[in-house]
């Protein structure tokens, strides 16, 4: 009788290996980054992203969203590899010019009643521009402005006014006849919208004799 496992002649007996029955284990690893890439773009639709403020991190469901490669645009958002975009809590803006001359006003000055400035002290993001003396937003928010414009040997009351988009928002005055310098001074927090404009206007009188030491500053409070 044949031995069991063995053939007639005696000789061992194998079973045929069926093409694809077992193979080698395979490197997993692209198919974890496809997996994990996918499910990020379905958890938004599955839980919603919790954003609380632009200083505290993205939470999904209880999972903090960390972007490695960011890239702030000029809206201050961050876009990583994956595609997702995230408004940047560290996007800065702020400036501060002064007037470091005592140069009678010039003829655009006389015409359009700005108060130039021809020093920059502070430009964090380059929102100020120094020849119109402009401030234009970059992104919509809440910002502080603040001006202190000196009238020099001037026995003239001077009226200073914070325009927004063309329109007087805050005003200013000096107007004391007993002293050589003076200054009109006051400050605000003003809601913009991106690509709003603020400057200082001269109102009433005139900065004959200059203005020297005269500053005007602003900053991003917070985005919104």
């Known amino acids: ?33 496809a997996a994990l890439a996918l499910l990020l773009l379905l958890l938004p639709a599955c ?3 919790r954003a609380q403020n632009d200083t505290e991190p993205i939470v999904l469901e209880g999972k903090c969203l960390v972007v490695c490669d ?6 201050g958002a ?7 975009s995230v408004r940047s809590g560290s996007a800065k803006v702020a400036f501060s010019a002064t007037r470091s001359t005592n140069h009678e006003p010039s003829e655009m000055s006389n015409r359009t009643m700005t108060i130039y400035f021809d020093q920059v002290l ?3 993001g380059n929102h100020f521009d120094l020849a119109s003396s402009i401030f234009v937003a970059p992104r919509k928010g809440i910002y502080s402005f603040s001006f202190h414009v000196v009238k020099v040997y001037n026995r ?37 919208e991106r690509e709003d404009k603020v ?6 009188g005139n900065l004959m004799g200059g203005w020297k030491y005269s500053t005007f500053s602003g900053f991003l409070v917070f985005p919104l």
């Not at 960011?70 to 809206?75: G, Q």
């Not at 961050?78 to 997702?84: A, K, M, P, Y």
């Not at 400057?199 to 009433?204: A, F, G, I, M, Y």
Request: proline share 8%; glycine share 10%.
């Open 156 to 192: 003239q009351t001077i009226q200073v006014s914070l325009m927004q988009n063309g329109y007087p928002v805050i005003s200013a005055f000096a107007g004391d006849q007993d002293v050589t310098r003076e200054a009109a001074s006051n400050g605000v927090l003003l809601l913009m």
């Open 122 to 124: 502070v430009n964090i």
């Open 1 to 33: 009788m044949p031995t069991p496992g063995r053939g007639p002649s005696g000789r061992q007996l194998t079973m045929p290996r069926r093409r694809g029955a077992l193979r080698e284990p395979a490197d997993y690893s692209s198919c974890l980054g």
């Open 199 to 204: 400057h200082l206007k001269l109102e009433r």
């Open 47 to 49: 839980h919603p992203v």
């Open 78 to 84: 961050v876009t990583s590899s994956l595609g997702i």
């Open 70 to 75: 960011s890239s702030p645009s000029a809206d």
